[in-house]
């Protein structure tokens, strides 16, 4: 697994968040930062992938593992 550290763009997701189970589901959200590719944690374990562009979060966490 790819360590934040290892990353050049991190965004952290609190387990306890609405936002985390929003990502799990496959669904975007809203950030700011540059735009380009993150790697998405939670709790500061690597959990997927988000692209960021126009001020949205786009998913790319893989379809067979979402939750419904």
């Known amino acids: 697994a790819l360590k934040p550290t290892e990353a050049v763009h991190v965004w952290n997701l609190d ?4 936002e985390a ?3 799990l589901k496959g669904n975007t959200f809203p950030a700011e930062g540059e735009k380009g590719w993150y790697l998405i ?4 374990y690597s959990t997927g992938w988000g692209k960021l562009a126009g001020g949205i979060m786009k998913n790319h966490y893989p379809k067979g593992l979402r939750k419904s």
Do not use: L, P
């Open 15 to 18: 387990s306890a968040s609405d």
């Open 21 to 23: 189970r929003n990502y």
């Open 41 to 44: 944690t939670v709790d500061g």
